[in-house]
């Protein structure tokens, strides 16, 4: 779930649109869950994007894997590729 500055969710249609309209509206947003310990957040720097498999460089070019699944499913579900940098406080 991506949410606001207040912490309420995001409506569906800031998703579900062309690919190159949506990515620059969520760079530097803040997706967060909650799990079963803490609630984990991760403000994104970076975005990238592919839209689906006519693009050479998307990892969807070469049609549907496990791996990739969420690339060819609704929209608002992330695909992470790169690990992560943890900051010490």
Do not use: K
């Not at 970076?46 to 060819?72: I, K, L, Q, W, Y």
């Not at 609704?74 to 940098?85: D, E």
């Amino acid at each position: 779930m991506i949410e606001s500055p207040d912490r309420t969710p995001q409506p569906r249609d800031l998703f579900d649109r062309p690919v190159p309209e949506a990515a620059p509206d969520l760079l530097g947003r803040t997706p967060a869950r909650m799990t079963d310990d803490d609630l984990v957040e991760l403000r994104l720097a970076e975005v990238r994007a592919c839209a689906g498999e006519a693009v050479p460089g998307s990892h969807a070019h070469r049609g549907r894997t496990a791996r990739d699944a969420a690339m060819f499913g609704p929209p608002g579900h992330a695909y992470f590729t790169h690990g992560t940098a943890r900051r010490s406080a």
